[in-house]
């Protein structure tokens, strides 16, 4: 029964999130990946069985999703970006994105596959950050962020939870910007144990400079 | 409370078409686009970041998507055709579609990304009619319709409203075929105000001719 | 009432499945078709429209999906692997799935487009059996399976009904393997009626040898 009710609010949370906020991250609404600013993508380097090796070898590119994975919806397990084991200022995971409508970040959305149909959920974010390049008298808030770079004020720092009853985990922003953004970078700072780390989707939301508010 | 009872409703409208009523406008089942008489497509003239129109140049596929996206499952913002604005016969936005079954058409389902996720709802469709190919004499009813095309009569006009708690909706033909048809006409006779008209997904239900019935 | 509760337990019970079980079938788990040991594809031979016949001489692909088709998502009729008539050891239907991981078989779901929103509902499989690599020795229980292939065991035997109230339906194995796997064939014995055979998709659910217990 519990777990039943856990299931339902992973679809009621889903549809939530699908029908009711815009996702400034999503490709259709002209999000791009900044490559320059994007960590380097993870290569696999086992798997167990030997067809699964031969497979890997036909189908390479199978194996390696690019950044922008990172924003595209999942439906199964390996949907998802995952960030090569990096030292230096990227973290474990940075992905830089350009946005296609100028905005105002209220919330991030996090989602990975969940634990129990996970066979590696130790490769999941676990600390995360938004930050977006505006100066800091631009920014309402004070949130408890690491050290990041240098044209970027961090809006909020939040976990993801791979024990929480939802694998879509929406949080609200610690600081409010006082001018409209196109671009965002999110930084994964911790996992669960991995050596490497994997997003299978992260959105922004917020408010739409210039909306929808005349339709009648 | 409202809201979610909104989202459950959804939810299982989409079950429901999804799982109960067979779709005549599924590539699976046969169905094709006409390409003679469905409207030209459109092409987007503006994004608001230098990014975005460099990715349109990098990827211009992925801004264009051709009429049979509008028989296509969609999942994002975008997953949707757009009809170039145009004037004279075809209306806002005309779709052809040849059937892979010879049926007769009970309900229409049309599909749009819910207001709230979206930035550009006003290019929703409004008022649509359906028409197919048979004589006055073959059609039982008689739906308020604009003026159509040559060899075709109008089975129903019915609204998309934008406003509607559910984003899925499913209507009753005004009239009824005496003849099973194999083919069939979407007419979009206006929209929610912008210059273009997009359909993220359109589906067409009835009864099969020559269907399950000897299934035991 | 009654078709509302079918279909909240459909929703549920895909969730379950997506959300709750390992799928050691799932390609992003490393599982991969072994050609030889799996049954020829099937190619239809007719459609009702000329429009239909020309489009399949244009998208030829799009007509004959391949094996790997039965492990992967589906959204929409025809999204499913056929396999072609045949004679002999191979049953109605044979797919061979090499694991990409070490595990114990202990259930196994089989999906098929709702009956109500097929126009072929005849083709869905009826009795199923899954064998794996093993000795018999190396089995305990006693499924009531059919003669199978040299150098596997059967560890179950079950229906797939199309008349049921959820079209998503996952059952538990009749035996338990003492030894892992990591290869697993799936036979269709009957189906409900046509020549042919199609799998929208078959999972294999069970314990993950060397899995996330030590993640905190
Ligand atoms: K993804
Ligand atoms: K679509
Ligand atoms: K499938």
């Not at 070898?57 to 690019?66: E, N």
């Not at 596959?113 to 959920?121: F, N, R, T, W």
């Not at 669960?192 to 210039?210: F, K, N, P, Q, S």
């Amino acid at each position: 029964v519990e777990e039943n009710r856990h299931l339902s609010l992973a679809l009621a949370a889903i549809a939530e999130i699908d029908f009711r906020k815009i996702n400034f991250f999503s490709i259709g609404n002209g999000a791009r990946i900044n490559q320059r600013e994007t960590s380097p993508s993870y290569t696999p380097s086992s798997d167990i069985t030997i067809a699964s090796k031969l497979a890997r070898i036909v189908l390479p590119s199978s194996h390696r999703p690019p950044p922008v994975t990172a924003l595209q919806p999942w439906y199964e397990p390996g949907d998802c970006w995952c960030a090569a084991p990096a030292e230096g200022s990227l973290g474990l995971a940075q992905l830089s994105v350009s946005l296609g409508k100028k905005m105002l970040p209220r919330q991030v959305t996090i989602e990975h596959l969940p634990k129990q149909a996970s066979v590696d959920i130790k490769s999941a974010p676990k600390a995360v950050e938004l930050w977006v390049p505006v100066t800091v008298d631009q920014v309402e808030g004070a949130p408890n962020c690491e050290a990041g770079p240098d044209g970027y004020v961090c809006l909020g720092s939040f976990t993801y939870d791979i024990h929480g009853p939802v694998h879509v985990q929406t949080v609200n922003l610690d600081a409010e910007v006082t001018v409209p953004v196109d671009k965002a970078l999110v930084r994964v700072k911790s996992n669960w144990g991995a050596e490497h780390t994997c997003i299978y989707r992260v959105r922004l939301h917020g408010d739409l400079v210039d909306g929808n508010d005349d339709v009648e």
